[in-house]
């Protein structure tokens, strides 16, 4: 019994540092899909392409991973920024069906992964720092310095996008463009460029995501497709549009996933997102923190 409580308590702290990697995972979802109503599925493959830049950079220059991951989060908000603007004026001012914008989101990612494929290969590749292989042990329970690293900065990014939110004129000016367009409209402010803002950010945390997630494990380009459901689920679990709800179903998700694959094995783990994402849409269609 004293065995199985020491399995139960580091696949419940092995959960919550992965729920932390899972907060800079979804937060990019929660900005594009639930405020600004875009079904961004290329989410996926840009957290690839963060990942890739950070190996490039590690193997061959011998950077950090995690700074690689942070310096190019201006280049991914530029990215982003583009990646709307053609959005907008293609799909959304023509006012297009939703599923022609969901078509150019899937052969964006695609078309990403095979870019991906073509210069890296489908091998798998991993990256080297000082935090990577040693491990903090209190007691019984063990902490990897690879999933504590991201746990700190996915909490420490969700965080600074909160307080961004809700403390500047832009971040204002987003979450007013999630609930009333119009009104943002009428007080001066431009719905479209704070759009692009807002993706911008989105793309920029998803890029700094895929340098936690080649921390964490080896990747390979088709390695995102298992992200989609995930990222997804956690956005409608967190109520959408909730950031504190992004948190909270992260940590959730983390947790679930951490003890299944402890006592079940990894095959059962990709369930549990859609498993929790059913009872939640049966019990709260709104999500937990949703209104």
């Known amino acids: 019994m004293t065995f199985s409580m020491d399995l139960l308590t580091n696949a419940i702290v092995a959960g919550i540092m992965l729920g932390g990697f899972y907060c800079a995972v979804a937060v990019g979802i929660t900005i594009a899909f639930g405020m600004l109503d875009v079904v961004n599925i290329a989410h996926p493959a840009f957290i690839m392409t963060g990942g890739f830049i950070a190996y490039y950079f590690n193997t061959v220059f011998g950077v950090d991973p995690l700074l690689v991951g942070i310096l190019t989060m201006i280049p991914g908000f530029i990215v982003g920024m583009l990646v709307y603007k053609y959005y907008y004026y293609v799909?959304?001012?023509?006012?297009?069906?939703?599923?022609?914008?969901?078509?150019?989101?899937?052969?964006l990612l695609f078309i990403i992964e095979v870019v991906l494929l073509l210069?890296?290969?489908?091998?798998?590749?991993?990256?080297?720092?000082?935090?990577?292989?040693?491990?903090?042990?209190y007691g019984f329970v063990s902490v990897p310095w690879r999933l504590l690293v991201p746990l700190i900065?996915?909490?420490t990014t969700i965080g600074?996008?909160?307080?961004?939110?809700?403390?500047?004129?832009?971040?204002?000016?987003?979450?007013?463009?999630?609930?009333?367009?119009l009104a943002l409209r009428l007080v001066g402010g431009n719905?479209?460029?704070v759009k692009e803002i807002a993706f911008g950010l989105s793309i920029a945390t998803a890029v700094l995501?895929?340098?936690l997630l080649i921390i964490i494990q080896p990747i390979e380009p088709s390695l995102g497709r298992d992200f989609i459901g995930r990222v997804f689920a956690i956005a409608v679990l967190g109520g959408m549009t909730s950031l504190p709800g992004t948190i909270l179903a992260s940590m959730i998700l983390g947790i679930a996933e951490s003890i299944t694959t402890t006592f079940f094995g990894p095959s059962w783990s990709p369930a549990v997102a859609f498993g929790l994402l059913l009872v939640t849409l049966a019990v709260?269609?709104?999500g937990i923190l949703g209104r």
Do not use: C, N, W
């Open 119 to 137: 210069t890296f290969g489908v091998d798998y590749r991993f990256v080297e720092a000082i935090y990577i292989g040693p491990t903090i042990s």
């Open 153 to 155: 900065v996915g909490l």
């Open 284 to 286: 709260k269609p709104a």
């Open 191 to 193: 719905p479209v460029k």
């Open 209 to 211: 995501s895929g340098a």
């Open 91 to 107: 799909f959304e001012r023509r006012g297009e069906d939703s599923l022609q914008g969901l078509a150019f989101f899937f052969g």
């Open 160 to 181: 600074a996008i909160m307080v961004f939110m809700h403390r500047t004129y832009i971040g204002k000016a987003i979450i007013a463009v999630s609930q009333d367009p």
